[in-house]
């Protein structure tokens, strides 16, 4: 599985429904997430990518789409 298909994945498993964001859609304007799965999202991102994200890097924007976490991913490694 691919990087893309597997933030989707963690997505489609912390809103607890079968989205499918583009990559550019807002996941938190859109309502497939909110502030209370923001902390979901990021402990399973952690779990998956095998990554530590500090607390101070855990705000919505930062994780508001696919291709924005794509971008916060590539520069954790």
């Known amino acids: 599985m691919d990087q893309r298909s597997k933030i ?44 530590r994200i500090p607390d101070s890097d855990m705000t919505p924007r930062r994780f508001d789409s696919v291709a924005r976490i794509e971008n916060y991913l590539a520069g954790r490694k």
């Open 8 to 51: 989707v994945a963690i997505i489609r498993q912390v809103a607890g429904q079968p989205v499918d964001p583009s990559p550019e859609q807002s996941l938190f304007e859109s309502g497939m997430l909110d502030s209370f799965t923001l902390t979901d999202l990021v402990l399973e991102l952690e779990k998956q990518f095998s990554i």
